[in-house]
Nanobody, 124 residues
Framework: QVQLVESGGGLVQAGTSLRLSCAASGRTIGNYVMAWFRQAPGKEREFVAAIDWSGRIRSHGDSVKGRFTISRDNAKNTVYLQMNSLKPEDTAVYYC?????????????????WGQGTQVTVSS
């Protein structure tokens, strides 16, 4: 398995931006589909975005489409989530996840490596 460490979370005001990073170690992520999920208190873990190994195929959840963008730098073994126009409802713990293979999935069960999460809090 690959080890994942998220960073970049914090407390911000609505309308501002944050960029999350997910640094991988143990294995190169060049062969992995990478994704971001989030979980708010009392809610199920929700799909945010995913990107294939090449970076050419991306998927974003409906609630973040047009505001968030996932990207990756395989040379740095790092995945990013650029979050713009943040809203209070974006408040959650954000998790990075990895899965082997070529196919993007939005299901948590499809991913076998997870980071510890980083808290994002958006105030109104």
């Amino acid at each position: 398995q690959v080890q994942l460490v998220e960073s970049g979370g914090g407390l911000v005001q609505a309308g501002t931006s944050l960029r999350l990073s997910c640094a991988a170690s143990g294995r190169t992520i060049g062969n992995y589909v990478m994704a971001w999920f989030r979980q708010a208190p009392g809610k199920e873990r929700e799909f945010v975005a995913a990107i294939d190994w090449s970076g050419r195929i991306r998927s974003h959840g409906d609630s973040v489409k047009g505001r968030f963008t996932i990207s990756r730098d395989n040379a740095k073994n790092t995945v990013y989530l650029q979050m713009n126009s943040l809203k209070p409802e974006d408040t959650a713990v954000y998790y990075c996840a990895a899965k082997g293979g070529m196919t993007i999935t939005t299901k948590t069960s499809g991913f076998d490596s997870w980071g510890q999460g980083t808290q994002v809090t958006v105030s109104s």
